[in-house]
């Protein structure tokens, strides 16, 4: 079974970088033909797509959020990570890494529990 487990701080500052860390089990984040992805919600709001990584270390961003985000990988920890710069307060938001496949089937789905991000003074 797949399991993903979000990892990193709960608080940042403004301006600051947030980085978290997704850490993969149960599958491989370089298995065909997956998508490893970044996922939000802020309080009150519906989900938002941040971006993901690929399983040939190809990333794509939110539009939106493409200017100050960046996803890697660590292949021999089967590790994904977010980085988002400059944030604000209206980063604040749950984050959920998250596995996706290429045809979107449902059983490919699996999300890790989330992690509360916020961003304050």
């Known amino acids: 079974q797949v399991q993903l487990q979000e990892s990193g701080p709960g608080l940042v500052k403004p301006s600051q970088t947030l980085s978290l860390t997704c850490t993969v089990s149960?599958?491989?984040?370089?298995?065909?033909?997956?998508?490893w992805n970044w996922i939000r919600q802020p309080p009150g709001k519906g989900l938002e797509w941040v971006g993901a990584?690929?399983?040939?270390?190809?990333?794509n961003y939110s539009p939106s959020l493409e200017s100050r985000t960046s996803i890697s990988r660590d292949t021999s920890k089967n590790q994904f990570t977010l980085h988002l710069s400059s944030v604000t307060p209206e980063d604040t938001a749950v984050y959920y890494c998250?596995?996706?496949?290429?045809?979107?089937?449902?059983?490919?789905?699996?999300w890790g529990q989330g992690t509360q991000v916020a961003v304050s003074s």
């Open positions: 149960g599958g491989s984040i370089t298995a065909n033909p997956f998508y």
């Open positions: 998250a596995r996706d496949g290429s045809n979107h089937w449902p059983g490919d789905k699996y």
């Open positions: 990584i690929t399983y040939t270390g190809n990333t």
